[in-house]
């Protein structure tokens, strides 16, 4: 037996999957609740929110005992129409996203069926993303309305108005997570110019308003030592953002591969992270795919989350944009259970030692041999 085969042997015996995601959950509720005790009206939600999540972790430990695996999380790209041309982007460059009204989405009537259904099965987080997620308004406003998970809006916050100040309101379970790349040189660089101011001002007015919120970084070699100095931390939590995400940058295209975190930039960010949750207890601090590392692998096919695109394609994860199965023609529960899906997680290619920080971006050839196999299996 190979050395990665014995690795992947000794990670199937030494977790339970379940219990770290069912305990992960617990312990974002936990934190972010902590966070918000200044704020009666946050609070309130947060404890109610618990209750939910603790009834949905009882569906999915039933599930499983029935032999069906629900994840904890889905991410849901609710469209692919973006009006911005982030460098390095991957969703471009994957062609998911694109400037024009795209054709064939997924439905308002089709996106309340899918949140109703992922409540029943008991997932507590679906993170809506795109494109840009607040082209969306009526998608958004449908989330609202399923108090029982919580909704992660990763947004470029440049079309955070008045109307969605007043939903985002009336609806405590709807928590935009703005991207911003550090600074104000950074930011603009990446984004566009003119892009932090717009972000710095929509931060100002949620602050002023009591929401939470939290911001989403892509972490490269190019901003690594600003995003996780203790300044601009400092300067989130001082604009009252709650939460923060790091992302490592996954490149798809050779010419941006520099910007990807190498080895000895994984360990900064692993080390940079202890250190900001020590200092910083009120915030919520999240490391993606470094998080992942405590579960024993990745976590994307449904192993901890999948992916619904905007057309309701069924993914392994956002970065491997491959689908056997689409949610618009058959449920949400055959969609956790797809071939695909567990190929990918009973082969134990998700557990298998890689060398940048996306497993399946680096195995591509082999999704793609799998995704064929179970076409021609069952033609």
Known sequence: MTQNNNQTEVLREGIDIQQYLTEGVEAIV???????LRDPKESLFMARFAAASRRASERRTENA?????????????ITSSCNLHCAGCYSRANHATEDCAPQRQLTTEQWESIFREAEELGISFILLAGGEPLLRYDVVE??????????PIFTNGTFLNKRYFQLLDRC???????????DQTLTDARRGEG???????????????????GCSITVTTENLDEVLSDGFVHSLAERGCKAVFYIEFVPVTDEAKYLAPGDAERESIRTGIDRLRAEHPE???VSFPGDEK????CLAAGRGFFHINSHGGAEPCPFSPYSDINVAETSLRD??????????????????DHVGGCVLYEKKALVEELLQTGKDTQA
């Open 142 to 151: 449908a989330a609202g309305k399923q108090p029982g998970i919580l909704f």
């Open 65 to 77: 005992k029935a032999g069906l695996h629900v994840p904890s999380y889905l991410i849901a790209s």
């Open 172 to 182: 405590r379970n709807l928590i935009p997570v703005i991207s911003i790349e550090g």
């Open 195 to 213: 892009i932090y101011d717009k972000i710095m001002g929509n931060l100002e007015q949620l602050q002023k308003q009591g929401l939470l919120f």
């Open 294 to 297: 405590s579960s024993g692998g």
């Open 30 to 36: 936990k934190d972010v609740l902590r966070a918000t």
């Open 283 to 285: 915030m919520v601090f």
């Open 335 to 352: 969609a956790v259970n797809s071939g695909l899906f567990r190929a990918l997680r009973d082969n134990g290619h998700l557990l298998e």
